[in-house]
């Protein structure tokens, strides 16, 4: 294949170069052609920019803006002008200044001596005038009382006028309380029916109270041991306190007892009416203060000025004080030990022997001597005839049982931490009296222990109560039963003694007692051996009693029974009917015709469940007509 090399080619300027100089070239005749002639003319001026098309779009957004920046220039040197011919009668709060001068620290009931300056620096007077003043009176304890508002007419104040007025302020509250006072100038300006304010806040501080509470109490005091405090109250006010009164807050577990003077409501309020300058008042409470030993216990006093239509509002405070007492063990420690239970409630059954012990404990770091114990009971349920002391005596005269270093000789003198026993037994008198049938209704007695002892400086120690419990007492739930043949609600047949092989009928007869307390759910159960036929037959209709063949247990559900049934009202009654067909091993012998018999319910007084359980039935008869010994024969 041949490649051509550009190089070798001749330039075609050499070529027409060649041509014009050879004398052999030979020129041709090339045909040519006429060109159009477009007749364009052009113009010898230049035309409005509105003929050309590219311009006609831009022409409206151009006379906008100039049609826009001239109303803008326009309105520019309208309001201008407006402002410059109105500037005369322009208002400015700013230019309105409010002065406040009076004392920053006072004593409460001391006048504050405010003086309010207004001055108007505006060029146009300020209208219809009017200064409200408003200052709190209380620490707003009770949200919307206790503000004052003092409204003044001032009138018109003219362009560069000065305004001075004074004010006659006296505030109340307690040593460190904030006050303010607030000046409200309200005016109008001329042309216009609205209302401008203008503000200034003046705050005081109160250094002292009108009135000084001060609680008297003792820093720690014994539990459930009685207690006596005062509050001292006095006037440093310079004028008379108004409608005064001094409300307690008692801690939690404080038990008002009295009170000298007496509460004029309740046991908290003590109103003193109008009290005078340098007047005194002295009020004395008595009480008892119960809670755990460690615990801190806070009274609160407060004096103040009462609402006329609602006492319990205090619109205004005076003053207030505290007071922290420590709630300590007793010098000497004692607790009642009751049947073993040292609970403050005990629940005995009226049959139980009582057996009260008293382990004490001396709590100081030092020694006691003389120590004497005394146990008070209280209810009249015990028999006194039936007190027995350890170690100690009884006085049947006062009731007290007393230990002493004459009974008993570690009370001579207890070592810090030294403890010991004193223990006394009794039984209780019957709840029910069967002579005359009288009931003891809801049966209780109360056993307090008092202490007394001389400390190693000489000081008498005296506790009361130191410990104290109750006797509750269930109610006697009793059951009287019998075997009848001969009487009863039945036709019964068959013979008696019971004979080998033979059908004798019996009627079991079932009586309810209940003394003291109301019982409920009342249940009486028995058991009927497999020799035992349950015949169905049952009285009264009223009562609900059933029996379950597949346990063959009779069940009287008795419900509710009130105190006094089978004492002051009937018995609880119920009859049933039963056979049995003694066999030659039952001769010789009385077979039993239930199982033990099982009465319970619950007391509603003690809240315990009270049970009774008695033999079952033989057929030896009780309480009939006719008597045997239910021994079975041939």
Not at 10 to 22: A, E, G, K, T
Not at 34 to 43: K, Q
Not at 578 to 592: A, K, R
Request: hydrophobic share 35%; proline share 5%.
């Amino acid at each position: 294949m041949n490649e051509k090399n550009p190089e070798s080619e001749p330039h075609r300027i050499d070529d027409i170069n060649r041509r014009l100089y050879d004398r052999r070239y030979e020129s041709h005749d090339i045909s040519r052609h006429n060109l159009s002639h477009d007749d364009n003319s052009v113009p010898s001026a230049w035309e409005s920019l509105s003929n050309t098309a590219q311009n006609g779009k831009r022409t409206p957004i151009m006379k906008l803006i100039f049609i826009c920046a001239l109303i803008f220039c326009v309105g520019a040197i309208v309001f201008m002008l407006i402002s410059l011919s109105q500037g005369r009668t322009s208002v400015s709060n700013d230019n309105i200044k409010l002065t406040s001068v009076g004392k920053q620290f006072i004593d409460a009931g001391e006048d504050v001596g405010y003086r309010l300056t207004i001055t108007n620096k505006n060029s146009v007077p300020l209208e219809l005038v009017d200064l409200v003043l408003e200052y709190s009176t209380t620490s707003n304890v009770v949200p919307g009382r206790g503000i004052e508002r003092t409204r003044r007419t001032i009138g018109t104040i003219l362009p560069r006028q000065n305004v001075e007025e004074e004010f006659d302020i006296v505030l109340y509250g307690q040593e460190g309380d904030e006050r303010y006072i607030k000046a409200s100038l309200e005016y109008r300006i001329g042309g216009s029916n609205a209302i401008f304010v203008k503000e200034d806040t003046f705050n005081v501080s109160i250094r002292s109270a009108p009135v000084v509470i001060q609680i008297n109490a003792p820093d720690s005091v014994v539990t459930n041991q009685p207690l006596t405090f005062s509050v001292d109250v006095r006037s440093l006010a310079l004028s008379t306190l108004n409608k005064t009164l001094v409300r307690l807050e008692y801690p939690s577990g404080f038990q008002f007892d009295s009170a000298e003077p007496p509460p004029t409501s309740g046991t908290t309020d003590w109103v003193l009416g109008d009290l005078a300058p340098g007047a005194s008042h002295l009020i004395t409470i008595h009480g008892f203060l119960v809670g755990n030993v460690g615990e801190e216990k806070t009274v609160t006093s407060t004096i103040g000025t009462f609402d006329e239509s609602n006492r319990e509002l205090l619109t205004t405070i005076y003053g207030s004080s505290s007071h922290m007492m420590k709630l300590e063990k007793p010098f000497i420690s004692a607790v009642l030990s009751i049947n073993n239970s040292i609970e403050d409630k005990v629940i005995v059954d009226e049959s139980d022997a009582i057996n009260v012990i008293i382990n004490w404990t001396n709590s100081l770091p030092t020694k006691v001597s003389d120590v004497r114990i005394t146990t008070k009971m209280q209810g009249g349920l015990f028999d006194a005839k039936t007190i027995r002391v350890q170690n100690g005596r009884y006085d049947s005269n006062t009731g007290v049982i007393t230990w002493n270093q004459d009974t008993q000789d570690e009370l001579n003198t207890l070592e810090p931490g030294e403890n010991g026993t004193s223990n006394f037994f009794f039984n209780l008198n019957p709840i029910v009296n069967t002579t005359t049938g009288g009931i003891i209704r809801s049966p209780r007695m109360d056993v307090s222990v008092d202490i007394r002892a001389t400390g190693s400086d000489g000081t008498i120690y005296t506790a009361q109560d130191v410990d104290m419990a109750t006797i509750l007492i269930n109610s006697a739930l009793t059951l009287e039963q019998g075997t009848l043949h001969s009487s009863g609600p039945f036709a019964i047949t068959g013979q008696v003694p019971p004979s080998s092989g033979q059908i004798t009928m019996y009627t079991l007869h079932w009586k309810v007692h209940n003394s003291a307390n109301p019982v409920s759910d009342a249940v009486l159960t028995a058991h009927l051996p497999t020799e035992v036929t349950w015949l169905g037959r049952t009285s009264p209709n009223s009562e609900n009693i059933t029996y379950n063949t597949e346990t063959r247990n009779i069940t009287w559900n008795m419900g509710p029974i009130n105190a006094g049934v089978g004492f002051s009202t009937s018995a609880r009654e119920a009859y049933m009917a039963v056979s049995i067909t003694p066999s030659s091993t039952d001769v010789g012998t009385i077979p039993y015709l239930t199982g033990d018999i099982t009465l319970s319910a619950t007391d509603t007084y003690t809240k315990q469940q009270v049970t009774t359980t008695k033999r079952g039935h033989t057929t030896q008869l009780m309480g009939d007509t006719t008597q045997n010994d239910g021994l079975v024969v041939e």
